[in-house]
T-cell receptor, first 111, second 115 residues
């Protein structure tokens, strides 16, 4: 079966840096995406890694190691508005282009 | 200008009823999806259509029937609703060809409550 493992909850303070890990075991792998979802809202895209290494987009960075079946999302200079759930998602099949999501990590940013 | 819009946003209904959710995207994408998010926030793919053709049907009970009249619309009809169908249903779209960017565009969700 397919599995994506992420911590269920992370707590950090404003201004800090937090890393959310994702390990995956899937029958196919083409890339790893990250999504943010605020309570009551829709998932919104943050980043995508198809190759090993670090991708940086403003305060957010995402890393992938295909050999370790592992990735992480790094959030810097945390703000209260970053409190949300964060999901990693794997693209297993480029033909179908549907993502398989992890169970999500709830990030609580405290003052 | 909402990119992916779905209606209704809220649905409260009795067990055994039939209901529909509609979705439209104005992004020019050729692939659309239905995802189900349960109370534990787990997001699971249900269906995917590419240019009106069904390409993914993930072990969903046949009480659920998607319909894509054109590539900008994907509707979901649910027959004989059960308590376990209570969830938030998200419509999403993406470009179905060309360089893949890992990005799905989600609608705001339709929260279904079955009593």
């Amino acid at each position: 079966g397919q599995s994506l493992e992420q911590p269920s909850e992370v707590t950090a303070v404003e201004g800090a840096i937090v890393q959310i890990n994702c390990t995956y075991q899937t029958s196919g792998f083409y890339g790893l995406s990250w999504y943010q979802q605020h309570d009551g809202g829709a998932p919104t895209f943050l980043s995508y890694n198809a190759l090993d290494g670090l991708e940086e987009t403003g305060r957010f960075s995402s890393f992938l190691s295909r050999s370790d079946s592992y990735g992480y999302l790094l959030l810097q200079e945390l703000q209260m508005k970053d409190s949300a759930s964060y999901f990693c998602a794997v693209l297993m099949d480029t033909g179908r282009r549907a993502l398989t999501f992890g169970s999500g990590t709830r990030l609580q940013v405290q003052p | 200008d909402t990119a992916v819009s779905q209606t209704p946003k809220y649905l409260v209904t009795q067990m055994g009823n039939d209901k529909s959710i509609k979705c439209e995207q104005n992004l020019g994408h050729d692939t659309m999806y239905w995802y189900k998010q349960d109370s534990k926030k787990f997001l699971k793919i249900m269906f995917s259509y590419n240019n009106k053709e069904l390409i993914i049907n993930e072990t969903v009970p046949n009480r659920f029937s998607p319909k894509s009249p054109d590539k900008a619309h994907l509707n979901l009809h649910i027959n004989s609703l059960e308590l376990g169908d209570s969830a938030v249903y998200f419509c999403a779209s993406s470009q179905g060809s060309g360089r893949y960017t890992g990005e799905l565009f989600f609608g705001e969700g339709s929260r279904l409550t079955v009593l």
